[in-house]
């Protein structure tokens, strides 16, 4: 089983940053993603940015050039700079395998963008 912790989040004011981190334990095969995604009070759950296993990343358009998704073995990173108060949600981190195909899901960590 896989589990995943995210940390990290907190108030922040316009214009700052944050730095969250997600903790990966377990037996993990065949990994295929990281992601982290956000889901603001009223509304779905989006993709923010994803790193594949290669290394490739991917960011949603809302937060290209503020936003870098990394990782170090076995932890998730996502630095946010110029935080708007939409960026306001709950940041989840996932992680998927391939075989099985496979979706893990950490607790959540608010952030909160507001003067």
């Known amino acids: 089983q896989v589990q995943l912790v995210e940390s990290g989040g907190g108030l922040v004011q316009p214009g700052g940053s944050l730095r969250l981190s997600c903790a990966a334990s377990?037996?993990?095969?065949?990994?295929?993603?990281m992601n982290w995604y956000r889901q603001a009070p009223g509304k779905q759950r989006e993709l923010v940015a994803r790193?594949?296993?290669?290394?490739s990343t991917n960011y949603a358009d809302s937060v290209k050039g503020r936003v870098t998704i990394s990782r170090d073995n076995a932890k998730l990173y996502l630095q946010m700079n110029s935080l708007k108060p939409e960026d306001t949600a709950v940041y989840y981190c996932?992680?998927?395998?391939?075989?099985?195909?496979?979706?893990?899901w950490g607790q959540g960590t608010q952030v909160t963008v507001s003067a």
């Open positions: 996932s992680l998927n395998t391939y075989n099985p195909v496979r979706t893990y």
């Open positions: 377990g037996s993990i095969f065949s990994l295929n993603a």
């Open positions: 790193i594949s296993s290669g290394g």
